[in-house]
C-alpha cells in the first residue's frame, strides 16, 4: 500500500517514501507513506487559504450536509480505516473500530450543536444596534499524533470545518495510513482545497507552524512538542491550541466497594496498552485497603493476553514505536534497580513473535514513594503505580501535586462524597466511580486540561470558540448617544 500527500483534492507524490511497519510483528512493511517537504507545505497552504475564500462563504446548513454526507461515507469504510490503522499503531482492531464510531458520534453531536454556538448575536436600545458575528479564522494547521489517530483527528477537525476554516493536516509519521484514508474519503465531499494532508516529519511540521498564511495551530501530543509548537507560533502571533498530555490520579476512597472499582480502574489504566492521554497513571488507595486492592489489581492485570492487535483472542497489543518502547522498557529497568516491588503480569499468547514487536506485560508497582518518577511522570504505558494512603486531606494534596492536569477520578459508594473530593482537584475532568465519559459526557463536557496538560478545549459547544474570530458592528443612532 502506498499513501500520497493529498492537496487540492488531488494526490501528490514525492520522490522518498518511508516504509511502515506492524509494531506487532516488524519484520512486515504495511506500506509506504511519502516524504513531504516545506515545498508541499507552501502548496497546501495555498490551497487551503484559496479554498476558504469561498469555503467560508457557504451556509452552515451546507457544511453541515456535506460533513454529515462524509461521515456517512466514513461509517461504510470504517472496518477497512480500523484495519490499516490497527497495523500501523498496534491498537486492537475491536478498540479501533470502536472508536471510529465514537468519533462519529462527537461529529454529529458537533453538527446538532453549531448552528447554535455560531449564531450571530444582535442587541438595539436607543442609541443604537450591536451585530456580533462569529467568522472563521483562515487555515487552521492540524498536527494529530499516533496513539488514537483517527478518532483525534474527527474530535478536531470537525468543529474547524463546520465554523467555515480549511485545514492542512500533518498526521504522525507512525500513524499516517489511517487518517490519510479517513481524509481523502471526506475530502471527495468537500470543494478542492478544504481538506489537505501533507506527511512528513520535523521540516514538514517546522514549515507548517511558521508559515504566515496558517492562522492557528491545534495540536495534540506531548509537552515537549508543544514548547517548539508555541515559539514557532510566536513570530507570527499565531494562535495555538493544545490537547497535551496528562498524569491523570484516581483516588479511591475508604467505602468503595473493590468489586465494582478495581476492574474499571484496571481497565482505565490498561486499555490501549495505557497508550491514550486520560489513561489512570497513579492510584491512590486508603492503606487499611491496600492489600486486598492489591490482590485485586494483579489478578484482574494478570489476565490480559498480550498479543498481535489482529489476534482475537488479544486483550492488550504492542507499544506503537520504537521510541516509545524503549523509553517504557528503560522506566521499568530504574524501577527495578531502584529496589521497587513490581510484578509482570499477563499471558504472552505468541511466545515466538515476542522479540518481534514493541511487546510489554502490564507492570504494578507496589509501595511506591509518592514521589517517584514513575508516580510524577506520564510513563504512557502498561505500568501503574499503587500509593497508599491515610486521609483525604493527605491524598488531595499528592493528587494536585503535579504539573499535569487533564483527567481524574474518585471512586466511593457515597456520591455526595465523591463530589465533595472532585470539587478540589486540578484537572480539566474528573470523573465519578468510572474512567472516561459517558455518551452525555462527551457531548456536553468541554474535553481538555489545566497547568501543562493543554490550551483550549475539544468537544462540547465550547470548542467553536477556539476556532472563530468575532467581529462586532455598531451602528449609531441619531441623537445624544
Not at 506487532?24 to 507513506?33: A, D, F, H, W
Not at 482492531?93 to 465514537?102: A, F, H, P, Q, V
Not at 461529529?107 to 451585530?131: F, H, I
Request: aromatic residues 8%; contains cysteine.
Amino acid at each position: 500500500m502506498k499513501v500520497n500527500l493529498f492537496i487540492n483534492n488531488e494526490d501528490v507524490t514525492t520522490e522518498q517514501y518511508s516504509e511502515v511497519r506492524d509494531p506487532g510483528r516488524l519484520n512486515e512493511v504495511v506500506g509506504y507513506i511519502a516524504n513531504g517537504d516545506a515545498s508541499h507545505i507552501e502548496r497546501a497552504v495555498d490551497a487551503a487559504h484559496r479554498a476558504f475564500l469561498s469555503w467560508r462563504q457557504t451556509s452552515l446548513e451546507e457544511r453541515i450536509s456535506i460533513l454529515l454526507a462524509s461521515a456517512a461515507e466514513i461509517e461504510k469504510n470504517a472496518y477497512s480505516i480500523a484495519q490499516v490503522t490497527t497495523k500501523e499503531n498496534g491498537i486492537l482492531l475491536g478498540r479501533t473500530i470502536d472508536e471510529i464510531k465514537l468519533g462519529l458520534m462527537d461529529l454529529k453531536n458537533m453538527a446538532d450543536m453549531a448552528p447554535s454556538a455560531l449564531q450571530q448575536r444582535v442587541t438595539e436600545d436607543e442609541s443604537g444596534w450591536v451585530s456580533v458575528v462569529k467568522r472563521p479564522m483562515g487555515v487552521i494547521a492540524c498536527i494529530v499524533p499516533w496513539n488514537a489517530p483517527i478518532i483525534l483527528t474527527l474530535q478536531k477537525i470537525t468543529p474547524i470545518l463546520l465554523a467555515g476554516n480549511t485545514i492542512v493536516v500533518k498526521p504522525s509519521p507512525t500513524a499516517s495510513m489511517g487518517v490519510a484514508a479517513l481524509l481523502t474519503t471526506m475530502a471527495r465531499f468537500f470543494p478542492p482545497g478544504v481538506i489537505n494532508v501533507v506527511l512528513g516529519g520535523g521540516e514538514v511540521g517546522n514549515a507548517l507552524t511558521t508559515h504566515h498564511l496558517v492562522r492557528k495551530i491545534s495540536f495534540t501530543g506531548g509537552g515537549n512538542t508543544a514548547v517548539v509548537i508555541m515559539k514557532s507560533a510566536a513570530d507570527t502571533l499565531k494562535g495555538v491550541h493544545f490537547e497535551l498530555g496528562g498524569n491523570d490520579p484516581a483516588i479511591v476512597l475508604d467505602d468503595a466497594d473493590l468489586n465494582e472499582v478495581v476492574p474499571k480502574i484496571v481497565e482505565g489504566a490498561f486499555r490501549r496498552t495505557g497508550q491514550f492521554c486520560f489513561a489512570i497513571k497513579r492510584v491512590y488507595v486508603p492503606s487499611e485497603m491496600y492489600e486486598a486492592f492489591y490482590e485485586k489489581v494483579c489478578e484482574l492485570a494478570d489476565a490480559y493476553k498480550i498479543g498481535h492487535p489482529l489476534n482475537e483472542e488479544a486483550t492488550m497489543g504492542p507499544i506503537n514505536n520504537k521510541l516509545q518502547y524503549h523509553r517504557i522498557s528503560e522506566l521499568v529497568e530504574r524501577l527495578e534497580h531502584s529496589g521497587a516491588n513490581l510484578v509482570k503480569l499477563g499471558k504472552v499468547l505468541e511466545p515466538e513473535n515476542w522479540d518481534n514487536g514493541y511487546y510489554l506485560q502490564p507492570v504494578v508497582v507496589r509501595d511506591v514513594d509518592p514521589n517517584a518518577e514513575i508516580v510524577t511522570c506520564e510513563q504512557f504505558g502498561p505500568v501503574l503505580p499503587l500509593i497508599p494512603y491515610h486521609t483525604e486531606e493527605e491524598v488531595i494534596h499528592m493528587a494536585n501535586n503535579s504539573e499535569f492536569g487533564l483527567g481524574s477520578s474518585v471512586w466511593s459508594s457515597d456520591f455526595d462524597r465523591a463530589l465533595g473530593v472532585a470539587n478540589q482537584i486540578e484537572a480539566g475532568m474528573t470523573f465519578i466511580n468510572g474512567h472516561g465519559q459517558t455518551p452525555l459526557g462527551s457531548k456536553y463536557i468541554p474535553f481538555g486540561g489545566i497547568k501543562q496538560s493543554g490550551i483550549g478545549r475539544e468537544k462540547s459547544i465550547e470548542v467553536f470558540d477556539e476556532f472563530i474570530e468575532y467581529h462586532g458592528i455598531n451602528f449609531h443612532k441619531k441623537g445624544d448617544n
